[in-house]
């Protein structure tokens, strides 16, 4: 690739899901293959940046030249993002992290009972609004993963978390978000720049996010 302004960069992504366990052998977990983060790691490996892709659990192969730490809860994910965060110049937070974790996580099996079984469930720990109340030099980038008034929300989430852009998905859409090789969403900048990131290739978003990204990073310095 040719040079880029990411050459030498540190770049943090996180990617894929969480898991929060039950028991020993129950956990609750979501959709999230780990492909939008992955391919976002890849990208910016391949532009030049030293990457660290902080993963839930994924069946994905680390992409080349890039580093991967291996999380499974909320909890973990957030140890090993504040532990990078300090260096990074970028970070991009594409993992589907639990938003809730059972209350208790129980040594042994549970036994099956006749009765119903309510599990209460506690908040995790918001990474992402703990690095906005963070944030040095770091531009950072949250995802938004939204059914319901996908802009609205995700504009809130820019604002509330003090982000420097949001990726918006609608996951509503055919073909965007979890799971597939493709996404369709829509990049909001602090500084006001929105953009439509039309139905692609997952590795092509995450290209267009770079080129973003370079774009606003130019705006900041003038
Ligand atoms: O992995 P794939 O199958 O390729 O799917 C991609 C994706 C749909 C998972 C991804 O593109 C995406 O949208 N990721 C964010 C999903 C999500 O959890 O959205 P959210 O609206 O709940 O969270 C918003 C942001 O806060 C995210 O950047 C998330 O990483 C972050 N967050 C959420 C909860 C929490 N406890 N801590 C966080 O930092």
Redesign the pocket.
Known sequence: ESPSYLRGKQIVV???PTRESLDPVRFFTN???????YAIAEIAANLGAHVTLISGPSPLDVPHGVKRIDVET?EDMYKEVLRHYEQADIVI???????YRPKITFDQKMKKQEESLVVEMER?????KALGEKKEQQYLV?????TTNALQYGKE?LDRKNLDAVII?D?SQEGA???GDT?EATFISKQGRVEQLPLSS?RQIARQLFSLIEEELKGVEQ
């Not at 937070?93 to 938003?99: G, I």
Request: hydrophobic letters at 40%.
């Open positions: 996180t990617a894929g959709r999230s293959s780990g492909k939008m983060g909320a937070k594409a993992a589907a992290v639990a938003d995790t720990q918001d990474i992402l949250g995802f938004a993963a939204e989430k998905n996951v978000g979890f799971s996404n997952k």
